[in-house]
């Protein structure tokens, strides 16, 4: 039988060559083809004993039995050996038999462009254990082609898997940054919406800080003659001025005395003490939104919740007096928990808000509880909004779902706060009935993992 020019010079070459040449996604089982000379199904025994021990055949585990340019089976060098070669006799006994009375009938026969993925499930399905067979490769019409080893078809695997789990891990990082870019987004977002309502947070001690600055001035000017009056006097006296001129600027100081309110200095130093509470408000805010909105996600630390609660109410602070929403706080003892304060600073603030926009009456109510269960300090924000529809409820964590109209939810803030506690290896659910309001239940560990992610 001739040798197809396509695997003419395949016999040559090692078969770790042929499947590192090709490892790309369209690699077939005919790269992985070798030219054996077949054998016929009446050669005897001892001749394909003989063929086993040719340099060209030391590598192969079995060789391909052709009978009119179609296998029909396969003799494997182990089978050959156990039933024959240490048998008593038994070259004497089988060696001029022919070969097709202890060939396999049913060899593993591969079509030339099937695929490396289906090649690996028909191996999978129809080889022996242990492995000591090679398999066939024919074409379309079912004609002898050459041989291909199973380890060739492992080794085509093995890179298929490695390039398809670095191109995994690139997919991942990528995803990781967009993730990271996305959550910032929507924290900027929230952020923006509530624009606002920190602006007012932020104009009304300032309102106090300007009227405070402006009545000091006022006193200080006051302060400041009759301050001038009394060095006028003090002037006359040491210059020698003579009796009139003295008389004039005594009287001066009079008249500034007698204009001038000593508790004025209680007052100014109550202004002041009004001014320093006020311009501490305003640090405290922007020290909240800085925490809100600043970028180093994964900087883990022990906080008190309470802490944490306190400063997203404060940023939200504006929406829940402008729909007058009663705010319960039932704190248990719970110690500082190990976690990333923006990013459970973030869950907080966007269930906080879900529960506001939810509540549409003017009896509004929102009720915060913690305590302690085992290693896990709870965290309950509860509402008694309108509360979420059954078929609605089960899908409230996952991204881009919102029953709020187009244009005014991105169906983000609830899957974020999701990946947030489930990263912070702890847990978040959900419970809620139409009309008589939801609860979100956070548990978090006390002692956060140390692989939380940066990015949520």
């Known amino acids: 039988m001739s040798i197809p020019a396509h695997l003419a010079t395949a016999d040559a070459s090692s078969a770790s060559t042929s499947t590192t040449s090709h490892t790309g996604a369209g690699l077939r089982v ?40 179609k296998p029909v089976g396969s003799i494997s060098r182990y089978e050959l050996m156990q039933r024959v070669y240490i048998k008593p006799f038994g070259r004497e006994l089988h060696g001029k038999r022919p070969i097709s009375g202890m060939m396999h009938a049913q060899p593993l026969v591969l079509a030339a462009d099937a695929t490396i993925d289906d090649a690996s499930r028909m ?3 129809g080889i022996r254990q242990p492995i000591m067979e090679d398999f066939i490769v024919v074409d379309d019409k079912g004609h002898y082609l050459g041989a291909g080893k199973v380890l060739d078809v492992l080794g085509a695997m093995e890179s298929r898997l490695a390039q398809r789990s670095m191109e995994l891990e690139q997919a991942y990082r990528k995803l990781k940054s967009s993730q990271a870019q ?39 000017g006051d302060m400041s003659g009759l301050i001038g009056s ?29 204009g001038f309110d000593i ?70 003892k719970v110690p500082p928990i190990q976690c990333s304060p923006a990013q459970i ?30 290693h896990f ?8 909004g309108k509360g979420i ?27 974020i706060c999701f990946q947030i506690v489930e990263q912070h290896r702890g847990r978040i659910r959900a419970a809620s009935a139409p009309g008589a309001g939801t609860r979100f239940l956070i548990a978090l560990p006390m002692q956060a993992s140390k692989n939380v992610d940066e990015s949520p």
């Open 182 to 220: 996305l959550i910032q987004s929507e924290k900027m977002a929230s952020l923006g919406q509530m624009v606002a309502g920190i602006a007012h947070e932020i104009n009304t001690p300032l309102g106090y800080v300007r009227n405070n600055v402006e009545m000091t001035q006022v006193a200080l």
């Open 345 to 374: 600073n973030q869950v907080l603030l966007n269930l906080i808000t879900n529960a506001t926009q939810a509540i549409e009456h003017a009896q509004g109510r929102i009720t915060l509880r913690t305590h302690v269960v085992g």
């Open 377 to 384: 300090a709870l965290i309950a924000v509860e509402d008694n």
């Open 123 to 125: 191996i999978a399905a």
């Open 230 to 258: 009394y060095q006028s006097v003090v002037d006359a006296l040491v210059a020698g001025a003579d009796e009139p001129e003295f008389a004039r600027r005594v009287a001066q100081l009079e008249g500034k005395r007698a």
């Open 389 to 415: 529809a059954p078929q609605h409820l089960e899908h409230i964590f996952e991204p881009f779902f919102t029953t709020k109209p187009i244009g005014q939810g991105t169906g983000l803030g609830l899957s």
């Open 30 to 69: 005919s790269a992985l083809a070798h030219w054996v000379e077949p054998i016929a199904p009446t050669m005897p025994i001892l001749s394909v004993g003989e063929r086993f021990l040719h340099a060209d055949c030391a590598s192969w585990l079995s060789l391909p039995v052709i009978d009119n340019r």
């Open 263 to 332: 508790g004025a200095l209680d007052d100014l130093r109550a202004l002041l003490e009004d001014t320093v509470f006020r311009v501490g408000q305003i640090a405290e805010l922007v020290g909240n939104l800085k925490d809100f909105s600043r970028l180093d996600q994964a900087r883990m630390e022990r906080i008190d919740v309470h802490k944490l609660i306190e400063s997203a109410l404060k940023i939200g602070g504006n929406l829940l007096r402008k729909k007058n929403i009663q705010i319960v706080r039932q704190f248990g």
